[in-house]
């Protein structure tokens, strides 16, 4: 992975988590891709709040809430579905065929928080996405696998 393609940020409010998360938005939207966004983080570390970010831009005017119980959340108010993952419930990989996981994959933009879950069926390309808390509300935020242009890393 080149150094291009890590970012990190350090945000002192959940304000500044979604603002990351919307940042992270803007460089897949620009990408045009569909990209695996596979996140990790301690309970409370503020993953939900990115993600809400992201759909702001991905999916604007999405409720966007932690899909803990419905293992699957899905925005579609943008030009690209978002599928929004809890996989902290499953006991493993093999739950998500049950559901069609492969399916969604190929329809929209993938968002999975406890992706750790997925162990060897992580998909190769994914872009991964790192929340550390360093504080009450500080956060530390490394996204690697997705190039941000200047302007959007500021």
Sequence with gaps: ??????????????EETEAAGALVGRAVLRSGGRPF???????????TVFVRGLCSVLSPGSRVKSPTY????????????????DLY????TDELDGFGFD???S?????????????????????????????EDRRRIT????ELTPEEGQ
């Design 143 to 146: 996204v690697e696998g997705l």
């Design 37 to 47: 966004l596979a996140m990790y983080g301690d309970l409370g570390a503020g993953k």
């Design 1 to 14: 992975m080149n150094e291009e393609s890590i970012y990190a940020v350090t945000t002192g409010s959940p």
């Design 107 to 135: 329809s929209g933009i993938c968002v999975a928080e406890w992706s750790e879950k997925l162990g060897a069926d992580l998909p190769p390309d994914a872009v991964t996405i790192r929340i550390e808390k360093e504080g």
């Design 70 to 85: 419905t293992l699957v959340n899905e925005y579609r108010r943008g030009p690209v579905p978002v599928f929004h993952f």
């Design 89 to 92: 419930r499953i006991g493993g």
């Design 103 to 105: 399916d969604y994959l």
